[in-house]
């Protein structure tokens, strides 16, 4: 891991002595290329209006996104679960992200891709009536936890104020911007002393968190929720990792009162990857270390990401923008 976080603070200090107008950030709106910062929308967007979208986050690291098509596939299923459709092919989506990672010449980065409703809602209008509009924004690597926190880990509660919308209201398997449940749980872990904030479906089971899949480690074997959360294409590498190492993951209905009296806890997402937890409500997690199968996992993580079968580099391919 330290070599992993060395070789990036090296990457991070070239792109800040770096003049590119993109280096602070890079868009793609209506089929130009424009910084970060110029980005507009329209107002009456309804993704805006409604948040009538659904989106996905990618990352590129050192150069390389990493399971993009895991990512744009997830994007599509997530479109027609709420009759929205990319409008554009695959291939030229994908041309457009490595234009724009060329471009920026941002070596580690998040990229979000938003496909909204458009101008037009759906009260009064046909589904062949509304077009459907693209925005993707290329940013500098989000980190949900500091690089030098994941050391010791991070400080977690489970919200006792707020529980996760349930799946009948929002269907949290297409990713979406209503983020009311999760601000007012980090409002919660904030004001508990803690960063992170575990939301349950009200009736005793874990869910997950803002931005983060919720993992617990009990007895060597790694449990995650399979309902109330978003499908996280970094739990998929969890699922695959732990598989490699002979250990036993299973994604299930996860009691809370298990995150009391597990071994280990850590968390997963795009952004930032696999995120050690070693407080939870106030009490250590592992003695507030990080524990051994976290540790497994999440150097596994980072080097999957050099991995061609889950990597493309963003320098030696074809563009098809
Ligand atoms: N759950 C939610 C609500 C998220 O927003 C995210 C990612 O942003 C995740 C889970 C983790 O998903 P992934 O691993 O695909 O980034």
């Not at 602070?24 to 290329?33: K, L, M, S, T």
């Not at 297409?174 to 479906?201: I, P």
């Not at 480690?217 to 399979?226: N, W």
Request: overall charge negative; glycine content about 8%; hydrophobic content about 40%.
């Amino acid at each position: 891991m330290e070599a992993i976080l060395s070789a990036y603070r090296e990457r991070l200090s070239r792109l800040r002595d770096n003049s590119n107008p993109y280096s602070a950030g890079i868009a793609w709106v209506a089929g130009e290329i424009v910084p970060l910062l110029e980005a507009k929308i329209p107002l009456i967007d309804q993704g805006f209006m409604h948040s009538d979208l659904t989106y996905d986050v990618v990352s590129v690291w050192d150069g390389r996104f990493f399971r993009l098509d895991d990512h744009i596939d997830r994007l599509e299923a997530s479109c027609s679960r709420i009759r929205l459709r990319i409008p554009l092919e695959k291939n030229k989506l994908k041309g457009i992200l490595v234009d724009m990672a060329r471009q920026s010449r941002i070596p580690d980065a998040c990229v979000q891709i938003v496909v909204t409703r458009g101008l037009k809602g759906v009260r009064a209008n046909k589904l062949e009536h509304l077009t459907n509009l693209l925005y993707i924004l290329l940013v500098p690597y989000v980190w949900l936890m500091e690089p030098e926190a994941q050391y010791h880990g991070g400080r977690a509660v489970v919200a006792k104020t707020v529980q996760r919308v349930p799946p009948g209201a929002m269907d949290p398997t297409v990713k979406n911007l209503q983020w009311g449940d999760f601000t007012r749980g980090m409002f919660e872990a904030s004001d508990r002393g803690a960063e992170y904030a575990f939301l349950t479906d009200g009736n005793q089971n874990l869910t997950e968190g803002p931005g983060f899949n919720i993992h617990l480690v009990k007895d060597g074997i790694i449990h995650t929720p399979d309902r109330g959360c978003l499908h996280g294409i970094t739990r998929d590498a969890v699922f695959e990792i732990a598989k490699a190492n002979g250990i036993e993951a299973q994604a299930e209905a996860v009691p809370v009162e298990m995150a009391y009296r597990c071994d280990e806890i850590f968390t997963s997402t795009t952004a930032g990857g696999i995120l050690p937890i070693t407080a939870l409500d106030g009490q250590p997690v592992h003695e507030g270390k990080v524990g051994p199968i976290t540790r497994i996992i999440r150097d596994a993580y980072w080097t999957m990401h050099r991995d061609p079968v889950h990597s493309l580099d963003v320098f030696g391919v074809e563009s098809h923008g």
